[in-house]
């Protein structure tokens, strides 16, 4: 199948070639035949008012398929069930709701405690931030006798 020149001896000591192995054709299936009936249907024929022969097979009637009837469910056990869910969704709702009251203290404690640290570092520049003079110490009046860093000026 294959030409000569394609077929090697291995060598002494020397790489070894392997030759393809030819694919087999895959088996082609058999073509499909009609099958007729073991059993011919009988043949019936009618004859119309008018005089008329109509011959035919007889078919059988459709039958239609059973009516499953469904257990009834009694009224309790629905009450049961819509309890139940009422129940759970204002368990759900209760559950929101408490989450949301939650968030909300804390977004009002965080803005009071934001409110201290600008009005105290507010407070902290106004006593740290020089005004007036600059050698000028605290003074205080009293009984029209001044106080200047705690020496008494008459």
Known sequence: ???????????????????????????????????????????????????????????????????????????????VALGGVGFLAVCGGLLLLTSFIAALTALISQLIILAAVIFGGWIAIQVFTARGHRDAGTTVTIRKAIFKRNHFHG
């Open 1 to 79: 199948m294959f030409p000569d020149h394609t077929r090697h001896a291995p060598a002494a000591g020397a790489v070894e070639v392997h030759q393809p192995t030819p694919i087999t054709p895959a088996a082609v299936p058999a073509p499909v035949v009609p099958v007729q009936p073991h059993t011919v249907p009988a043949v019936a024929s009618v004859v119309l008012p008018d005089g008329r022969v109509v011959t035919g097979y007889a078919i059988p009637a459709a039958q239609p398929e059973p009516v499953v009837t469904k257990p009834a469910v009694s009224r309790a056990a629905v009450n």
